[in-house]
């Protein structure tokens, strides 16, 4: 009987080194879904700004006035509109005649927080998306 009780002793010294061996993957693996979930949230940000930023431009918007529309767009307590990239395609309001395309790029930078995932997937993350639209007026 004494020898049944040594081998669950035994039994419980292996369970704590198989934790200590799985545990740093999971942690790894949170931090790998709350990275992308942050990811993914600034992504939909940035091409939805990029949409609004197209449709002034299609409306007959000035480079200044699809700037305003993208900067204002954005929430002031998430995003830092001076790290905002806005690139606009064709820059300036004689080159975009009725019918013409008008292409606004918008690029954010994601700071990572997690430890691990930042030296994988670079700090920070750029985020960037971009919309075509057909000038309408």
């Not at 993957?25 to 949230?41: A, C, S, T, W």
């Not at 939909?44 to 000035?62: D, H, K, W």
Request: aromatic fraction near 6%; glycine fraction near 10%.
């Amino acid at each position: 009987m004494l020898w049944f009780h040594d081998l669950r002793r035994n039994q419980r010294g292996q369970a704590v080194v198989e934790m200590a061996l799985v545990l740093p993957i999971l942690i790894m693996l949170i931090f790998g879904i709350v990275e992308f979930g942050r990811i993914l949230n600034t992504y939909m940000i940035v091409t939805n700004l990029s949409r609004e930023g197209a449709r002034e431009g299609a409306v007959g918007g000035t480079d200044t006035e699809i700037t305003n529309a993208v900067q204002n767009g954005t929430n002031a307590d998430q995003f830092d509109t001076g790290l905002m990239s806005i690139t606009i395609d064709p820059p300036a309001m004689s080159e975009r005649p009725r019918g013409s395309a008008v292409k606004v790029t918008v690029s954010y930078p994601v700071d990572i927080i997690a430890p691990v995932i930042g030296p994988i997937i670079g700090d920070p993350f750029i985020v960037t998306s971009q919309t075509t639209m057909r000038v309408e007026g």
